[in-house]
């Protein structure tokens, strides 16, 4: 059974850059066809995918993230992270790391617990 846990700081100063690490179990993270993704929650809004990185080490970012966001592995570790540069207090949120496939729409099967992420000076 894949397990998947999120670590990282839990308060950011605005302007600075969030990196949280997903430590994945049970599954290698390049395991044919799985995809590993990170999505966040804001306070009071829905569940918003902001990237991903496949199997085989592509990477994929939500467009009106692009210019912040990275994603990246460490396959010796199974593990996969998350940057985010030059945040502001509108992404303070809930912050996932999901397992999932990609069809004709992603299909979110594993999810972590969450770490909550607050941007505040």
């Known amino acids: 059974q894949v397990q998947l846990q999120e670590s990282g700081p839990d308060l950011v100063k605005p302007s600075q850059t969030l990196s949280l690490t997903c430590t994945v179990s049970?599954?290698?993270?390049?395991?044919?066809?799985?995809?590993w993704s990170w999505i966040r929650q804001p306070p009071g809004k829905g569940l918003e995918w902001i990237g991903a990185?496949?199997?085989?080490?592509?990477?994929y970012y939500n467009q009106s993230l692009k210019n912040r966001i990275s994603v990246s592995r460490d396959t010796t570790k199974n593990q996969f992270t998350l940057q985010l540069t030059s945040v502001t207090p509108e992404d303070t949120a809930k912050y996932y790391c999901?397992?999932?496939?990609?069809?004709?729409?992603?299909?979110?099967?594993?999810w972590g617990q969450g770490t909550q992420v607050t941007v505040s000076s």
């Open positions: 990185i496949a199997y085989i080490g592509h990477t």
């Open positions: 999901v397992r999932g496939v990609m069809g004709a729409s992603w299909r979110f099967s594993s």
């Open positions: 049970g599954a290698h993270i390049t395991t044919n066809y799985y995809y």
